[in-house]
T-cell receptor
Framework: DQQVKQNSPSLSVQEGRISILNCDYTNSMFDYFLWYKKYPAEGPTFLISISSIKDKNEDGRFTVFLNKSAKHLSLHIVPSQPGDSAVYFC?????????????FGQGTILTVHP | DAGVIQSPRHEVTEMGQEVTLRCKPISGHDYLFWYRQTMMRGLELLIY????????DSGMPEDRFSAKMPNASFSTLKIQPSEPRDSAVYFC????????????FGPGTRLLVL
């Protein structure tokens, strides 16, 4: 039962253009969402997050959008740079007794071409 | 701080052998998580600890897997006996009680069971 899904295994974008990575979730108890970035042979690193009380959060070139009614979030990278090439994981947390637990998606491989 | 430390970084073993993966969390962190990454399922949470106590082990695949956290600075994940389908990258992560949504990952242990 995949509660967090990233349906695009890969995405290829030209340098300078926008990258849009998508994530869908099924659990309505999720109240906090995160994006992690992973380079080969390294562990994932935190990128940006958003609480369910917001619909947008921005940090430099990275913006996360949340559509609660559609149970969908997306990560926008503008402009994309070759150094952004990595695997991007979407993650979600439910409140209450599951407070410490994150559920991750399968990941999307982003390739930014010079 | 050195970050989350995992050892070994790579492990090749034969089916039926015991495998022990080790993790040293970031000093002062209250939570410790063990994840497994595969192409098919992405990042799966296996088990997590709070103040050295296992909180949720529902992700542990079967009885062949066990995890311990004897003190705040050390945890092990053991597979006995190992099987080829256990081949994956295993990550350890830690976080603080406050801001625990942001988990800090180690570099991972790449396990290959022949």
């Amino acid at each position: 039962d995949q509660q967090v899904k990233q349906n695009s295994p890969s995405l290829s974008v030209q340098e300078g253009r926008i990258s849009i990575l998508n994530c869908d979730y099924t659990n309505s108890m999720f109240d906090y969402f995160l994006w992690y970035k992973k380079y080969p042979a390294e562990g994932p690193t935190f990128l940006i997050s958003i609480s369910s009380i917001k619909d947008k959060n921005e940090d430099g070139r990275f913006t996360v959008f949340l559509n609660k009614s559609a149970k969908h979030l997306s990560l926008h990278i503008v402009p994309s740079q070759p150094g952004d090439s990595a695997v991007y994981f979407c993650a979600a947390r439910a409140g209450g007794t599951s407070y410490g637990k994150l559920t991750f998606g399968q990941g999307t491989i982003l390739t930014v071409h010079p | 701080d050195a970050g989350v430390i995992q050892s070994p970084r790579h492990e090749v073993t034969e089916m039926g052998q015991e495998v022990t993966l080790r993790c040293k969390p970031i000093s002062g962190h209250d939570y410790l998580f063990w994840y497994r990454q595969t192409m098919m399922r992405g990042l799966e949470l296996l088990i997590y600890f709070n103040n050295n106590v296992p909180i949720d082990d529902s992700g542990m695949p079967e009885d062949r897997f066990s995890a311990k956290m004897p003190n705040a600075s050390f945890s092990t994940l053991k597979i006995q006996p190992s099987e080829p389908r256990d081949s994956a990258v295993y990550f350890c992560a830690s976080s603080l009680l406050q801001g625990q949504e942001t988990q800090y990952f180690g570099p991972g242990t790449r396990l290959l069971v022949l």
